[in-house]
């Protein structure tokens, strides 16, 4: 299997190679095949792209939202269009079941071009502030050359929700994906080209953590949004503020979802089987503790097993397959440890715990993997560990179960399951979390503000709050009668 893209990096709407960056082999999850060779981006490649953006800004602010909009939706058309053939590709990219990447990856960055070009004419508007005879206005402007910085498990979701509000707030991009996936990211610069985008608005250069810095210091970026882990945030963050970056940071998480005696239990468990399993674990805003009040835990408990034990997993590019490789081989060496850990601090083992052994190669598989009886002190409570391991954790009463889940450094989203709507939303109240869900879990569409808290980050993606930080106010005082000063 092939997946070579033509050169390593997107600049100036055009492929680009340099052979002088370190090799990134790109390989696929599910075989350990090396599916495309590229190579990092030098410091000429770095210079070239921030170049680029910084040329082609301007002329792009300058034209209308209607305009700019227009050439996102069109991308949009073509995601759609190609959506096949992309999934595949983010299937090779990451090893995630086709089954999910065909519905969810590049339909939800198509959705993000359609969103954010359609919101455009009203969404920028500024304000008009009356001020007796004298009157001021706002106007909402870019901010200039923006960076994305990518994680690896939603690589095409992740280079449309931050391409999509840059580019029409009038920015420019340089977006660097995840070293471990590579691919994607130059699929939708080359779509927004065929969509009509300007040249070197939107360009793609590969790297890892040595190239980030590269971006984040530059002093003709204005901005840097990562899609990262919490220790990356905090570097980021720091060099970001050495020049007074706008940063936006969607860290990790560690979220409670709780589920009350009341709830409709088949849609909790699937609530949290799709909080722990989907995307193979990769999720960032997963329900990795999952508190059952204990008057239902031993028919959660089965029902959860039974359901879990039936899952599919296997070859990603069969459409029957619900559980692919971990992206990696460390990420599966970092989650066996987990479980490791999980065991060896008493927590009781499910269903799961290990390498499936029906799956054949060298794929990156791991057992969708349930504890339970897991105490708040576990390392497995504490820790992100970024796999399919779901905790099952005990509670008795309300406040309990708030004062517990909101023990925890982060704060990304947090779910609730019953059927009191009025605990529902007492409870979510009191969550200390940027995104919270009642009676579903994980969904995340375009129109709906996503971000954390804590340590989990800042800043919103998607909806209408994603423009405040793609854009900054620019208010303009106007004096209509004779300037009285008294000297
Ligand atoms: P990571 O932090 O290792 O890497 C993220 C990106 O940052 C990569 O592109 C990497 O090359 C780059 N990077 C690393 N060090 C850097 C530095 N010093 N300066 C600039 N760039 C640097 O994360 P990962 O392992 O790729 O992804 C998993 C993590 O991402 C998990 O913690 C997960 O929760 C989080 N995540 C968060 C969200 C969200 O929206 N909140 C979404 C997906 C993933």
Redesign the pocket.
């Known amino acids: 299997m092939k997946a070579q893209p033509i050169a390593s990096h997107f600049i100036d709407g055009e492929y680009v190679e340099d052979t002088d960056g370190t090799v990134i082999e790109s390989l696929y999850p599910a075989t350990g095949e090396v599916i495309a060779r590229l190579h990092a981006a030098t410091p000429a490649i770095v210079e070239r792209a921030i170049a680029a953006a910084r040329r082609a800004q301007p002329a792009w602010a300058a034209m209308s939202p209607t305009a700019r909009g227009r050439i996102l939706k069109r991308a949009a058309d073509i995601m759609r269009e190609r959506n096949r053939e992309l999934s595949e590709l983010e299937t090779l990219d990451t090893g995630k079941p086709i089954q999910e990447t065909i519905v969810a990856d590049p339909t939800s960055g198509a959705d993000s071009f359609e969103f954010f070009g359609g919101i455009a004419a009203a969404g920028l508007n500024g304000s008009y502030i009356p001020l007796g005879q004298d009157f001021a206005y706002t106007k909402r402007v870019p901010l200039g050359v923006c960076v994305g ?6 690589p095409q979701q ?1 280079a449309c929700w931050k391409g999509a509000p840059a580019l029409i707030c009038g920015n420019a991009m340089v977006f ?5 996936t590579p691919l994607g990211a130059l699929k939708i610069a080359e779509i927004l080209i065929e969509a009509g985008l300007p040249k070197g608005l939107y360009n793609v250069i590969q ?3 040595t ?3 590269l ?2 210091n530059h002093p003709d970026v204005a901005k840097v949004s ?8 905090r ?2 963050a720091a ?1 970001a503020a050495g020049s007074l970056k706008h940063v936006t940071m ?4 560690k979220s409670p979802l709780i589920v009350f005696d009341d709830a409709d239990i088949d849609s909790a468990i699937g609530g949290a089987m799709l909080g722990n399993f989907y995307s193979t674990g ?4 997963n329900g990795t503790r999952v508190f059952v009040q204990r008057s239902i835990k031993e028919t959660f408990l089965s029902r959860l097993k039974a359901r879990t034990e039936n899952m599919v997993i296997g070859d990603p590019m069969d459409e029957a397959t619900q559980i692919g490789p971990m992206v990696s081989f460390d ?1 599966r060496q970092k989650v066996m440890s987990y479980i490791e850990k999980g065991k060896a601090e008493g927590a009781t083992l499910v269903t799961g715990g290990g390498i499936p052994n029906h799956v054949t190669g060298e794929g990156y598989y791991v057992q969708p993997t349930i504890f339970a009886d897991v105490t708040d002190e576990m390392t497995i409570a504490r820790e ?1 560990i ?1 796999g399919p391991v779901m905790c099952v954790l005990d509670f008795d009463d309300e406040a309990e179960v708030i004062a517990r889940a909101n023990g925890t450094e982060f704060g ?1 989203s947090g779910g609730v399951f019953t059927s009191d709507l009025t605990r529902g939303h007492r409870v979510v109240d009191q969550l200390e979390a940027g995104t919270l869900w009642i009676n579903t879990y994980n969904l995340c569409p375009v129109e709906i503000p ?3 808290s804590k340590q ?2 800042f800043g919103r ?1 998607n909806s209408l709050a994603a423009l405040e930080h793609y854009s900054e106010l620019k208010t303009v005082y106007v004096g209509m009668g004779k300037v009285e000063a008294p000297y």
Do not use: H
């Open positions: 910085i990518g994680a690896w498990n939603y992740i660097k994906p995840s070293e471990n790297g890892d953590r190239t980030g810095p971006l984040v990562l899609t990262g882990s919490v220790p990356t945030g570097k980021v060099a969607e860290l990790g998480g990769q999720v960032c805003s990420q992100e970024f990304l996503f971000g954390g989990s980050g993606e």
